[in-house]
């Protein structure tokens, strides 16, 4: 996923069409660890708040702020490119 796809992603999550978790798993999943440094923040949430190893992982995403701090990422994003 490059940066133009991440910024597309961006753009459904803040459209409704992708849940914060959503957009983390898959930046996570096509950028990976060698990707862009701009997006390790992102990358790194998915590690952190995996819930295939901690079951209250998505419970302390949300409770942690970091849906709010996707959003926010994904605003800024999304705005860089207009």
Known sequence: MATSEVREAAQRLLAGQLTEREFVAGVHCH????????????VEMDDEYDPNIDADADRRFVSDGKAAQVLSFAEDLVSRAE
């Open 31 to 42: 950028v990976g660890h060698d990707g862009p440094d701009e997006l390790q923040d992102i």
